[in-house]
Antibody, heavy 118, light 113 residues
């Protein structure tokens, strides 16, 4: 069974940091792009970042560029999102997802909640 | 960035009736050389992550009931639920994957009338 499990969310102060992890199983992790998508409470889906299969191509949304860093460890079947200089507007459920074909996302993890508040 | 706009924001449909959700992109997401539209539809039930329903604008994901169908091309797309079931209550999102950032519509909430 293809599965993605996020962890690392929690409460952070403005200006603080968190590191999210997404552990993958049930598929050849090293063969897929991976994505982070976030969903602020009660709102819609917003793409955050993507990384290609070997980590050589990385892209960020403008809203997180310079503050967030995506990375992956293919030996551990895990993708990470290092979030620094956190702001209140970063509060959201963060999902990781596998990129399929030319770019749709399937499946999605269950999400991890990040709350930025003093 | 390509802006995806869904309509309506919400709709209430009687059980067994048809529901249609529209999605408009700010530029064409049709790849002419392969004649495919770079559009996906997702379903998100309360408290759950999104689930892929349709990709290439009209290809149903394995296991998705055939009451769900996608249509459209270029900039205008529609997700149709031919006969609404209670388990279809959810928020539905369209997404373009023609360019990065892969942008989503704002979502359409489907409820039972």
């Amino acid at each position: 069974e293809v599965q993605l499990v996020e962890s690392g969310g929690g409460l952070a102060q403005p200006g603080g940091s968190l590191r999210l992890s997404c552990a993958a199983s049930g598929f050849t992790f090293s063969g897929h792009w991976m994505h982070w998508v976030r969903q602020p409470p009660g709102k819609g889906l917003v793409w955050v970042s993507q990384i290609n299969s070997d980590g050589s191509s990385i892209t960020y949304a403008d809203s997180v560029k310079g503050r967030f860093t995506i990375s992956r460890d293919n030996a551990k079947n895990t993708v990470y999102l290092q979030m620094n200089s956190l702001r209140a507007e970063d509060t959201a459920v963060y999902y990781c997802s596998r990129g399929i074909g030319s770019g749709w996302f399937d499946p999605w993890g269950q999400g991890t909640l990040v709350t930025v508040s003093s | 960035d390509i802006v995806m706009t869904q309509s309506p924001d919400s709709l209430a449909v009687s059980l067994g009736e048809r529901a249609a959700i529209n999605c408009k992109s700010s530029q064409s997401i049709l790849h002419g050389s392969i004649n495919k539209n770079y559009l996906a539809w997702y379903q998100q039930k309360a408290g759950q992550p999104p689930k892929l329903l349709i990709y290439w604008s009209s290809t149903r994901e394995s296991g998705v009931p055939d009451r769900f169908s996608g249509s459209g091309s270029g900039t205008d797309f529609t997700l149709t639920i031919s006969s609404l079931q209670a388990e279809d209550v959810a928020v539905y999102y369209c997404q373009q994957y023609y360019t990065t950032p892969e942008t989503f519509g704002q979502g359409t909430k489907v409820e039972i009338k």
